[in-house]
């Protein structure tokens, strides 16, 4: 059996697992570490592909600007396509100064 001087060196955790139970755990703690796996395996995926690519590494480099490129080129285009439209319909809904509308 514990003495005295055993329940005071216990811990709250300890005093738990005696009777059965135990700390539930947070999300972070929970989540983080698997976070960081994935993010680990990520990086390693990344490296691995990069060193079995066909193609050297200027060319790589050469092409992934391109499409980097490409994406923002077409970005920019869906933006302006975007705010385009909004002037226009925005303009043929404006009050001319001086009248109200009620």
């Given amino acids: ?4 001087k055993d329940l005071k060196k216990l811990d709250r ?3 738990l697992d005696l009777i059965g139970l135990e700390t539930r755990r947070t999300t ?3 989540a ?3 976070l960081g796996i994935f993010a680990a395996g990520v990086l390693v995926g990344v490296g691995v ?3 079995l690519a066909d193609k ?3 060319q790589l480099r050469g092409d992934l600007r391109q499409r980097i490129q490409g994406g923002q ?4 285009t869906a933006i302006n396509t975007a705010r385009g439209t909004e002037t226009q319909q925005g ?6 100064p001086g009248q109200r509308t009620t």
Avoid: H, R
């Avoid at 059996?1 to 005295?4: E, I, N, P, R, Y």
């Avoid at 080129?73 to 920019?76: C, F, R, S, V």
């Avoid at 303009?91 to 001319?96: D, E, K, L, R």
């Fill in 13 to 15: 955790d300890d005093v």
């Fill in 73 to 76: 080129d077409k970005l920019a």
């Fill in 56 to 58: 050297p590494g200027q």
């Fill in 91 to 96: 303009a043929g809904s404006t009050v001319p």
């Fill in 49 to 51: 592909g990069l060193l």
């Fill in 28 to 30: 972070a703690e929970t």
């Fill in 1 to 4: 059996m514990l003495s005295l």
């Fill in 32 to 34: 983080l570490p698997a």
